[in-house]
């Protein structure tokens, strides 16, 4: 209701403040996934670099289709500090597409023709490994490669 303004003055701040507790007590994905939007879109700031990645990681943990399509965007323009690893987007994308995601669909299958076959098989595999733990601690951030690489 304070990030929209419904029924009460629009208060970013407050909304924050509930979303996180929400997400922070309940984990709700939905929750985690609006104050990483307000984070995301800069109406939150944060000195945490890695606050908006992780609270989508946790959304997608839990389900949450379209935090797991903007974890894929994240790696593959790497806005998490300039970092790229377009294999580990491929994952996030194809976990997406599998899930109905329309966009992530056709991301991942203009992925399949980027990516050497190598790549698109380890791509392939950490979706399925990704799957099989439930989607828990499936983006390995300390692999991320410099774009400047």
């Given at each position: 209701?304070?990030?929209?303004?419904?029924?009460?003055?629009?208060?970013?701040?407050?909304?924050g403040k509930w979303y996180s507790t929400a997400c922070d007590n309940s984990n709700q994905p939905d929750a985690c996934y609006h104050l990483?939007?307000?984070?995301?879109?800069?109406?939150?700031?944060s000195d945490n670099s890695f606050l908006v990645p992780s609270l989508y990681e946790t959304a997608s943990e839990?389900?949450?289709?379209?935090?797991?399509?903007?974890?894929?965007?994240?790696?593959?323009?790497?806005?998490?500090n300039g970092l790229i690893d377009k294999v580990q987007a491929y994952m996030m994308f194809n976990i997406a597409a599998m899930n109905g995601h329309e966009t992530a669909i056709s991301n991942r299958?203009?992925?399949?023709?980027?990516?050497?076959?190598?790549?698109?098989?380890?791509?392939?595999?950490?979706?399925?490994?990704?799957?099989?733990?439930?989607?828990?601690?499936?983006?390995?951030?300390?692999?991320?490669?410099?774009?400047?690489?």
């Open positions: 209701m304070y990030e929209f303004g419904e029924g009460v003055a629009q208060n970013f701040d407050e909304a990483a939007n307000l984070f995301q879109n800069g109406t939150l700031s839990e389900g949450h289709v379209e935090a797991q399509f903007r974890l894929g965007t994240i790696l593959y323009f790497g806005e998490f299958d203009v992925m399949a023709s980027e990516l050497a076959s190598a790549e698109l098989e380890k791509g392939q595999s950490l979706s399925k490994q990704c799957l099989e733990k439930n989607l828990k601690d499936c983006i390995c951030w300390d692999c991320l490669q410099s774009s400047s690489e």
